[in-house]
C-alpha cells in the first residue's frame, strides 16, 4: 500500500517545521513507588475496582524508568527533531509541596541530556494529569491553593531543566481534568460534580496563566505554551435543536478555553448554561489567564457530531473507525486549526498529539499496521493543507512512540507506533514507524534540495 502526500502539501511545510514523537509519564515510566516517588492520583484511582477496563495499572508500564538509554536510542532512529514528554510532578516533589527527591529529578536530567545528546529537541510538559495524591487530599485542582502549588513546581523545575529544554507545556488537555476526571469520574480523581469540574478548570488555566508570568520573571529561556484536546464540533441534522446542542458543545470543549485564554473572558452562552455551577472568580485572574503564550498545542483524534437526542450513531458516518470507537476525520483537523486561526489571535500552533489505536498483531517480528500509517499520513496531510491556507503551523508530533498505559483502558488499546510485548517489555518498531521514519528521511531531504516532487513511500 502507498501512502502518497501530495506535492502541494509538501511545499508547505517550512525548514524549521518540527517533527517529533509524543509520551506521557504515568503511561510508560512504571517504577511508580521507586526512588523515593509518591503516589499520584492515578495510583489512587486504579486501586478502584472497576475503574480500568482491564484491572490494571502504570507499577510497571513499558517501565521506562529502567529502561531510558533504550528508549532514547529508539527516538532517535525514528529520526524525529522533537520528543514530547511529561514530568511526573509525585516523582520530583512527592507531595507537591516541600521537600524535592533528588532522585526523581535526576531521571529527567538524563532524559534530557539523552536526547540532546542524540541530536533531539527535549519538549517538556509539567502537568499531564498525575497530581500528587498529596495535594488531591487537600481538595485538588478544585482547590485555589492547589494554583500556587503548581506555579511553584513549575518555576523548580525551570531551574532544573529550562536551561536545556526547548519549550515547557504547563498543562495537557485541561478539558480532560476537568470533565473526565471531576463531572464524569470515568478519570482520576473519579469525582461526579460539575461545580467542581467547572472550578477546576477554572483552576488549571489560571495556574497556567501565573506560571507563565512567573517563570518570565525568573528569566525562563524555554517557549511556552498550553496543550488543548480540541475538535471541530457539528449538528447530526439540520434540526434547530441539534444546532442549539452542538454550539453548547463546541462552547464547552473550545470556546471555554479558547475564550479565555485569547479574549479574557468565558463565553456567556456556557456561563448561563451552568447558573450556580459558573466558577468562582478573583478579580485579575481572567487577565492573568490571558497572559500571551509563545506557541498553542492541539490534541486532535476526531471529530464531534452533536444529536439534541443523543442518538447519533458514529458507525453510520460511512468514515473507517479506530479501536476505540474513533470515527477517522483528517478533514476536521484541518477545520478546526482553520477556525483557531481565523477566531482568535493565535500563537504558532503544534499538533502536539496524532495518532490512532487500532488491534495490532506481531507476527514473525512484524506489526502490519496500515490503518494507522493511513492515519498519520492523512493527517499530516491535512496539517500541510492548514498551513498552505495561511495557519501558522510549527510543528506535529505523533501519539504515540510506543503502545502503553490508556488509562481507563488499560493495556487493551494501543496507539503506539512503536509495538510494546507486555510480557517482555520488547519493542518492535511497527510499519508505521518504519513509514514515518522514512517520510522524515524523505523531508530533510526535500529540505536540502528545496524539491516540490511527491514522497511516496
Known amino acids: 500500500m502507498t ?87 509525585p516523582r520530583v516533589q512527592p507531595t507537591g509541596a516541600g521537600a524535592w527527591n533528588e532522585q526523581g529529578v535526576g ?50 523545575m525551570d531551574r532544573r531543566l529550562g536551561d536545556r529544554v526547548r519549550a515547557i507545556t504547563t498543562h495537557n488537555e485541561p478539558w480532560v481534568v476537568a470533565t473526565l476526571g471531576h463531572e464524569t469520574g470515568v478519570f482520576a480523581p473519579g469525582l461526579k460534580d460539575r461545580r467542581s469540574a467547572v472550578q477546576a478548570a477554572h483552576h488549571l488555566l489560571l495556574s497556567h496563566g501565573l506560571a507563565l508570568q512567573a517563570l518570565r520573571a525568573q528569566g525562563c529561556k524555554a517557549q511556552l505554551g498550553l496543550v488543548l484536546n480540541l475538535s471541530p464540533i457539528g449538528p447530526a441534522t ?43 472568580v478573583h478579580e485579575g485572574d481572567l487577565r492573568a489567564i490571558a497572559t500571551p503564550m509563545d506557541f498553542l498545542g492541539i490534541n486532535y483524534y476526531t471529530r464531534g457530531v452533536v444529536s439534541a437526542r443523543g442518538d447519533w450513531d458514529v458507525t453510520t458516518s460511512g468514515h473507517a473507525l479506530t479501536d476505540m470507537g474513533w470515527e477517522v476525520y483528517p478533514r476536521g483537523l484541518t477545520e478546526l486549526l482553520l477556525r483557531l486561526h481565523r477566531d482568535w489571535q493565535v500563537p504558532p500552533l503544534f499538533v502536539k498529539e496524532n495518532g490512532a489505536a487500532f488491534k495490532d498483531t506481531l507476527v514473525g517480528g512484524r506489526v502490519h499496521d496500515a490503518e ?86
Open 372 to 457: 494507522r500509517t493511513d492515519y498519520i499520513a492523512r493527517h499530516i496531510a491535512a496539517v500541510g493543507e492548514a498551513l498552505r491556507q495561511g495557519v501558522p503551523m510549527a510543528g506535529y508530533m505523533v501519539w504515540s512512540l510506543m503502545d502503553n498505559f490508556e488509562w481507563a483502558s488499560g493495556y487493551a488499546k494501543r496507539f503506539g507506533i512503536v509495538h510494546v510485548d507486555y510480557a517482555t517489555l520488547a519493542r518492535t518498531p511497527k510499519d508505521s514507524a518504519l513509514w514515518y521514519r522514512e517520510f522524515l528521511r524523505q523531508q530533510r531531504a526535500r529540505r536540502a534540495t528545496a524539491s516540490t516532487e511527491p514522497v511516496e513511500v
Open 107 to 156: 531521571f529527567y536530567d538524563r532524559l534530557v541530556d539523552g536526547l540532546l545528546a542524540r541530536g533531539i529537541q527535549p519538549y517538556l510538559t509539567l502537568n499531564h494529569w498525575d497530581l500528587p495524591s498529596a495535594l488531591q487530599a487537600q481538595g485538588g485542582w478544585a482547590a485555589r491553593s492547589t494554583v500556587q502549588r503548581f506555579v511553584d513546581y513549575a518555576c523548580r
Open 238 to 280: 439540520d434540526r434547530p435543536d441539534d444546532a442549539a446542542a452542538a454550539r453548547l458543545e463546541d462552547g464547552r470543549l473550545v470556546r471555554w478555553y479558547m475564550d479565555p485564554l485569547f479574549k479574557g473572558e468565558y463565553p456567556a452562552d456556557v456561563l448561563q448554561h451552568l447558573g450556580a455551577d459558573a466558577p468562582q
Open 3 to 89: 501512502f502518497a502526500i501530495p506535492p502541494a502539501t509538501l511545499a508547505s511545510f517550512p525548514q524549521d517545521f518540527v517533527w517529533g514523537v509524543a509520551t506521557s509519564a504515568y503511561q510508560i515510566e512504571g517504577a511508580a513507588a521507586e526512588d523515593g516517588k509518591g503516589p499520584s492520583i492515578w495510583d489512587d484511582f486504579c486501586r478502584v475496582p472497576g475503574a480500568i477496563a482491564d484491572a490494571s495499572d502504570g507499577l510497571v508500564a513499558c517501565d521506562h524508568y529502567h529502561r531510558l538509554e533504550e528508549d532514547l536510542d529508539l527516538i532517535a532512529s525514528l529520526g524525529v527533531d522533537a520528543y514530547r514528554f511529561s514530568v511526573s510532578w
